[in-house]
């Protein structure tokens, strides 16, 4: 089984053939095809080439599937005694892609 571990909007990512993966968003069509390069380890039956610090030659072709936002996350304050307290909400803007090539 070979997999791919690449970074994205400052996050790692570990990736087989076929998976489907929440990044970051891209202004990207649904269907558009999307390389992704900065691939830092290759494991390839069974064995591991690791970049320094990414791997030369290498790149993970994927399809963007459509985008979205995420769930509402609410943070929330308050502090005791002084009727006083803050809510905020925040929602993740992403782009659902599905893996569909690694090409070492």
């Known amino acids: 089984m070979s997999y ?8 790692q990512y570990k990736v087989v053939e076929g998976d489907i993966v ?3 968003k891209m202004d990207k ?5 999307v390389e992704l390069v900065e691939v830092l380890a290759v494991s ?3 064995k591991l080439s690791c970049g320094k610090p990414f791997v030369n030659g290498t790149k993970i072709e ?3 599937i ?15 005694r002084k009727d006083s307290k803050t809510k905020r ?3 993740r803007d992403f782009t659902r892609v599905r893996i569909t090539k690694i090409v070492a």
């Open 29 to 33: 069509e649904p269907k558009a095809l």
């Open 89 to 91: 909400g925040f929602r």
């Open 22 to 24: 929440l990044l970051d």
């Open 62 to 64: 994927a399809e963007v």
């Open 4 to 11: 791919a571990i690449f970074k994205h909007g400052g996050k």
């Open 44 to 46: 390839k039956e069974g």
């Open 66 to 80: 459509n985008e979205g936002r995420g769930k509402k996350v609410i943070t929330f304050k308050k502090r005791r």
